[in-house]
């Protein structure tokens, strides 16, 4: 042992240090001395005020978004845009007049005439639907989980979200790709590539597989 004033190495039997005459304690106690983790940089000088670090609030729990929650999300999604969707037909149709032509045929009018219209009717209202619902959907998907949302209303009102692997925001080109992915999704037969959001590891349909993004829920 040492001594505890001028640092001599002491013989714990003896009485006194036989350098300075310091008594020795017969029973030293240990104390203990906190050391700094490796790499540890302390704050600077008045860097918290008061004297206390802040406390901050914990991050949000999230997990990967199942089948059901997705499809709930879809169905809100679709009673969304359903409404402005059929409103913007009927403005087509008036604007073209088909529904006009339509209303012109009699009954005496030869068949092969009344077909003639309904048909190319058909193939028009056919062809401005498909227009308006891939443009229109388009924007809506792309806009709003790529906006600070990352969702669509659907999403969040079931308080999910869309991520790229990292769990970062996507870009509007990346939400794009996701939603044009989904026409990929859809030619496979059964709806398998939605279903596969069901048990995928990470929960993934088959588009989102094909843009690398993930859909999340917050518990």
């Known amino acids: 042992m040492f001594c505890s004033k001028c640092g001599a190495a002491v013989n714990q039997a003896s009485g006194f240090c036989p350098n300075c005459g310091q008594p020795v304690d017969a029973n030293p106690r240990v104390v203990a001395v906190s050391v700094p983790a490796p790499g540890y940089v302390p704050p600077p000088p008045g860097a918290y005020a008061g004297g206390a670090p802040p406390v901050y609030a914990a991050a949000p729990s999230t997990a990967y978004a199942g089948f059901w929650l997705r499809l709930v999300a879809h169905v809100i999604d679709g009673l969304?845009?359903?409404?402005?969707?059929?409103?913007?037909?009927?403005?087509?149709?008036?604007?073209?007049?088909?529904?006009?032509?339509?209303?012109?045929?009699?009954?005496?009018?030869?068949?092969?005439n009344a077909v003639g219209v309904v048909g190319l009717g058909i193939i028009g209202v056919y062809f401005a639907?498909?227009?308006?619902?891939?443009?229109?959907?388009?924007?809506?998907?792309?806009?709003?989980?790529?906006?600070?949302?990352?969702?669509?209303?659907?999403?969040?009102?079931?308080?999910?979200?869309?991520?790229?692997?990292?769990?970062?925001?996507?870009?509007?080109?990346?939400?794009?790709?996701?939603?044009?992915?989904?026409?990929?999704?859809?030619?496979?037969?059964?709806?398998?590539?939605?279903?596969?959001?069901?048990?995928?590891?990470?929960?993934?349909?088959?588009?989102?597989?094909?843009?690398?993004?993930?859909?999340?829920?917050?518990?």
């Open 80 to 112: 969304i845009i359903g409404i402005p969707f059929g409103g913007i037909i009927l403005v087509i149709l008036f604007a073209t007049g088909a529904l006009g032509t339509l209303g012109s045929m009699h009954v005496g009018d030869s068949s092969q």
């Open 129 to 219: 639907m498909l227009s308006v619902a891939i443009v229109g959907g388009w924007l809506y998907y792309a806009y709003c989980e790529s906006s600070s949302w990352q969702g669509t209303l659907g999403k969040k009102a079931l308080g999910l979200f869309v991520t790229d692997m990292e769990g970062r925001r996507v870009t509007f080109g990346r939400a794009s790709g996701r939603f044009f992915a989904k026409i990929v999704s859809g030619l496979i037969p059964f709806a398998i590539g939605y279903i596969m959001a069901g048990f995928t590891a990470k929960k993934q349909a088959l588009h989102d597989i094909i843009a690398s993004c993930l859909v999340l829920r917050r518990l």
